[in-house]
Structures are given as C-alpha cells and as structure tokens.
C-alpha cells in the first residue's frame, strides 16, 4: 500500500498505530484481577508529566496496522479486550469495535476522554486529565472514573470530576507510581473520609507483569 492509502486507512479507523499488544491481568480499577488482553494503540498529545507510556505518544514510531489482523490475533487470547495507548480516542474506533463485536468479544476502553468517543464499548474507563479535559458526552457513559493522584490538588481535581459524571459511574483514586508512597497515606484518609471513592493501585506493577 502506498503512503497515502495507508494514512487514508488510518485517517478512517481501519489501520491502527499499533504499539504493543499483550495477554495479561487488568491490573487496575473495576476490573483488576481478570485476564484481558490488551491492544496499545500509539498516539497522544495529553502530556501528563508522569505518563508511563511516553514511548507510546508519536504514532509516527508505530506501524500502522490493519485492524482485521488485531483482532484475529486478539480474538485467540481472551474473550475481554482492553483499547489503550496512548489516547485510543485519538482515532475512529467504530471500525476496531465493529470487528471486535462480530466476534463477540468484549471491548473495555481506558481513555482519558479528551477527543469525541467513538466505538460500541461495554466498559468505559475514564481517566481525565486536567491539562486537556473530557468531551462533555462520555460523563454520561462513562463505567469508572480513574483519577490519578499526583498531589493534594487532585483530590479537588477528582472532585469537580465526579460531579460530571452519571450515578452509576464508579469512582477511584489511583496513586501516580513515582509518588506512590507519598501519596497512598493521603488517598487513604481521603476515602475513609469520603466512602463514596475507592482506591485503585497499578496492581500489575506489583506482581511484575506488564
Ligand atoms: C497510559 S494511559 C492510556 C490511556 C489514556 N491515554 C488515559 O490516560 O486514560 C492508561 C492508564 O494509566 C494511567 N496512568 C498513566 N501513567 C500513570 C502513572 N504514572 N501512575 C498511575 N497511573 C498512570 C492513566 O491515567 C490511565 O488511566
Ligand atoms: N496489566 C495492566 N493493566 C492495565 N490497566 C490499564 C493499563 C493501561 O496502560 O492502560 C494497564 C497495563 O498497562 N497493564
Ligand atoms: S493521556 Fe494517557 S497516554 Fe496520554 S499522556 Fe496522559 S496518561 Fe499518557
Ligand atoms: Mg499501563
């Protein structure tokens, strides 16, 4: 395929910058402890200071890949498939969860909501940021809110952020790794202060898997 095609296919959602992809646990939020397995998509320009995934930002660095062959080789591993990045919103996710749905697979997104949501998910993590905040639509639908805790302003952050969000949505804090000691004191008085927060940890971190 010629250059222009492949960027026509991806402008369209059915290439993908595809970073990695890998069989694992969940290791965060609602769903931790269950095995998924994980499409990275490449592509971000949140720029949180802390990301763990940098390497994943220039989607100029990932080969754009068609969308069939991720989720055939997907569909082999896991009947849950998570979509991160890099901010999968970046790009047209209707075709990848078109495909993923004809399979009968379930699609669980982590985004940080800040370009318009597109795909058919059945779970919706969302982890806003405030340096480029969520498109209003996806507090509605949104299954967990996910807010990464850097310092005490993030628990006003978190707030304001709940206060968006639909009833239902479940509400973590969730340390930010490199700070972690500091931080997990102050997120733990703050939920047993405020019940309606539960804390989430990088789980996977701790058990050294990716
Ligand atoms: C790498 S991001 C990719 C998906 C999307 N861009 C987002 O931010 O939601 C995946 C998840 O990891 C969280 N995360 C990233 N860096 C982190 C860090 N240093 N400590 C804790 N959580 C982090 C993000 O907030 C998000 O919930
Ligand atoms: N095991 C594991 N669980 C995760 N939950 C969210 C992750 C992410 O980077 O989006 C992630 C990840 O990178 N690994
Ligand atoms: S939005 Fe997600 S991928 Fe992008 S910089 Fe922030 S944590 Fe990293
Ligand atoms: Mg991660």
């Not at 320009?45 to 969308?67: F, L, Q």
């Amino acid at each position: 395929m010629v250059e222009e095609e492949v960027l026509r296919e991806v402008d369209k959602g059915l290439m993908l910058p595809l970073m990695e992809e890998f069989y694992t646990i969940q290791g965060e939020g609602y769903h931790k402890g269950t095995a998924a397995y994980f499409i990275r998509v490449g592509g971000c320009d949140v720029g949180c200071h802390w990301c763990d995934v940098k390497e994943s930002w220039n989607a100029g660095t990932h080969p754009p890949t068609a969308i069939n062959d991720i989720v055939e080789n997907a569909a082999k591993y896991s009947n849950t498939i998570v979509v991160t990045g890099g901010e999968p919103l970046t790009w047209n996710m209707d075709p990848l969860t078109s495909a993923l749905k004809e399979k009968n697979l379930s699609t669980h997104i982590e985004t940080s909501g800040a370009y318009p949501l597109t795909g058919t998910w059945d779970w919706i993590c969302l982890s806003p940021k405030k340096n480029k905040l969520p498109e209003e639509r996806i507090y509605d639908v949104a299954h967990e809110l996910k807010v990464i805790v850097y310092n005490k302003h993030d628990l006003i952050f978190a707030e304001e952020q709940a206060a968006k969000v639909n009833v239902d949505c479940i509400l973590y804090l969730q340390p930010e790794w490199s700070v972690r000691d500091k931080v997990v004191p102050l997120i733990v008085d703050y939920v047993m202060a405020n019940p309606k927060w539960k804390v989430s940890l990088q789980t996977h971190k701790y058990l050294n898997i990716p």
